[in-house]
């Protein structure tokens, strides 16, 4: 069992920066692969990043390429998300996700654990 807490969120004017952290609680964080996942009002939950559960593989969606880095920390069984140059299509909330499939998945159904979500609102 993981329980996942987002926090960082907030309001941030358009370029702007943000970063995020998921605080995972169970002894399986550090052979779990972590995803960040995005759900803007009416629109359905979309990939944003995902790390191994050794740090040394990312994948991020097209997106948010080169704006953001996802990163983490075994030691401190933490998970994060910094989103530079962030844009008003960026608005959503922010949640992380534990898996602990052999594939970096990036579709919301490749997850097993789930946070609460973190608003994220950029305004122009």
């Known amino acids: 069992q993981v329980q996942l807490v987002e926090s960082g969120g907030g309001l941030v004017q358009a370029g702007g920066s943000l970063r995020l952290s998921c605080a995972a609680s169970?002894?399986?964080?550090?052979?779990?692969?972590m995803g960040w996942f995005r759900q803007a009002p009416g629109k359905e939950r979309e990939f944003v990043a995902v790390?191994?559960?050794?740090?040394?593989?990312?994948t991020y969606a097209d997106s948010v390429k080169g704006r953001f880095t996802i990163s983490r920390s075994n030691a401190k069984n933490t998970a994060y998300l910094q989103m530079n140059s962030l844009r008003p299509e960026d608005t959503a909330v922010y949640y992380c996700?534990?898996?602990?499939?052999?594939?970096?998945?990036?579709?919301?159904?490749?997850?097993?654990?789930w946070g609460q979500g973190t608003q994220v609102t950029v305004s122009s």
């Open positions: 790390i191994s559960w050794s740090g040394g593989s990312t």
């Open positions: 996700a534990a898996t602990r499939g052999v594939i970096m998945a990036t579709t919301p159904n490749g997850y097993t654990y």
């Open positions: 169970g002894r399986t964080f550090s052979s779990s692969h």
